[in-house]
């Protein structure tokens, strides 16, 4: 676990694992996702009651990808999540998807289950910790019920998967990248210091920048694909360290994929330009 700031802690999963987070306030303490294995959250666990006695009042969700949910089962405190992701939840056929997984896999999950959230938002909620201000907003972007977690006054914001740092991003046919982009670019311009990736190293607004860059450079290159311009895409994007020295290569093949089956891939979408800084 690694601490940015008092009583805020971080699990920086190195192998690319989503990452979780801990937030202890006067009131008590919450948990920012549980990581895909029950096992790992219950390790988390072991970790708060290590360094405090405080009830743990809520598990948040910042997206409905197992990754990050699945170990709600492991936590015994109340999940708080938008609608939308609840609903989001509450249609994944888990016992088809855990049997399409490694056998050592399903093994490790036999005992999981989804846990739903039993607290649930539209837009925004807010949780008073006495010392912490905890604000949960959904705001779409990665997926339509992203949400995104700030912790006053620390200046620390839980991204989830609208960030990846050192890893390639996971893009799917229902991600709004420029929905991403806006976000992100919102989030540079408050009073932030911290900001805590869904995988990846805990990053600054430098991050935050590298993101949005990632984000247009991917939404060109899947519009010159599409459009069939194989040399620019070679002569543009082929030795491009945006992509080239992120982790998890597949994933960005998977997420290209996944994207061009898009109807809509190009619209707004024109030669990159290279963004100030």
């Given amino acids: ?87 989001y939840l509450e249609r994944i056929d888990f016992e088809k ?21 039993s607290i649930t938002f539209n837009r925004k909620m807010t949780v008073d910790l006495g010392n912490k201000k905890i604000e949960i907003l959904r705001v779409g972007g990665h997926t339509p019920d992203s949400s995104i977690i700030k912790v006053w006054p620390n200046g620390i914001c839980f991204c989830g998967d609208l960030l990846f740092s050192g890893y390639h991003a996971e893009i799917t046919s229902e991600s709004d990248i420029d929905s991403w982009i806006k976000i992100l670019g919102k989030l540079k311009n408050e009073n932030l210091k911290w900001f805590v990736p869904g995988h990846g190293s805990i990053g600054s607004v430098k991050e935050v920048d590298e993101m949005m860059i990632y984000l247009e450079k991917f939404k060109s290159l899947s519009f010159m694909i599409k459009s069939n311009k194989i040399d620019d895409v070679i002569e543009k994007f082929g030795d491009d360290p945006v992509f080239a020295k992120r982790g998890f290569p597949l994933l960005f093949e998977d997420s290209l994929i996944e994207y061009l089956r898009r109807d809509d891939v190009g619209k707004n979408a024109g030669p990159y330009k290279a963004r100030r800084r």
């Fill in 97 to 117: 998807f855990r049997s399409s997984l490694e056998p050592i896999i399903q093994k490790e999950l036999k005992d999981a289950r989804i846990v739903f959230p």
């Fill in 1 to 87: 676990m690694i601490s940015i700031g008092e009583d805020v802690f971080v699990t920086e999963n190195l192998n690319g694992a989503s990452n979780a987070g801990v937030v202890i306030g006067k009131k008590g303490i919450i948990v920012v996702d549980s990581t895909f294995f029950p096992s790992k959250a219950i390790r988390l666990m072991d970790f708060i009651s290590s360094i405090s006695s405080k009830i743990i009042l809520y598990v948040v969700n910042t997206h409905y990808h197992l990754d990050h949910t699945l170990g709600n089962c492991a936590i015994e405190a109340p999940v708080i999540s938008s609608e939308m992701t609840k609903d």
